[in-house]
């Protein structure tokens, strides 16, 4: 891949693993989450998803990766993947509330010709 850069909103059973092969296939991952425990643990080799061990992040992090919880890393991004949850409200219907949080933050940092991706139930 030539330098192509991608950041993954949400960290967790869906984003990490797409963060994974996507730095497997030798593109420039920042996986981003509003969490610091997430973004510290990551950026120190530990996961917390029972799909990827601790190996799997060490071998991420070797090839380049690391997590924020900066939303400004989508500003030197060429695609952006929104894996954060769409949990069900009370009234049964799917909750939006993250994901429309999280595609106001990109707003405020999104550059031109940046390809945004909704990776969501949804």
Same mark, same amino acid.
Do not use: F, W
């Given at each position: ?14 984003? #990490?693993?797409?963060?994974?092969? %996507? *730095?497997?296939?030798?593109?420039? &991952?920042?996986?981003? /989450?509003?969490?610091?425990?997430? +973004? ?20 991420? #992090?070797?090839?380049?990766?690391? %997590? *924020?919880?900066?939303?400004?890393? &989508?500003?030197?991004? /060429?695609?952006?993947?929104?894996? +954060? ?38």
């Amino acid at each position: 891949m030539d330098n192509i850069s991608l950041v993954v909103i949400g960290q967790g059973y869906v984003g #990490l693993p797409l963060a994974r092969e %996507a *730095t497997r296939a030798g593109i420039t &991952v920042v996986g981003l /989450d509003l969490s610091m425990a997430v +973004v510290d643990g990551l950026n120190s080799g530990r996961s917390h998803v029972d799909d990827l061990s601790d190996a799997d992040v060490s071998e991420m #992090l070797d090839a380049g990766y690391k %997590a *924020t919880s900066d939303y400004s890393a &989508v500003r030197s991004a /060429d695609y952006v993947v929104v894996c +954060v949850p769409t949990p069900l409200s009370a009234d049964g219907n799917p909750d939006l509330a993250p994901v429309e949080a999280s595609m106001r933050s990109i707003a405020k940092n999104l550059v031109r010709e940046t390809t945004v991706i909704l990776e969501s139930t949804t």
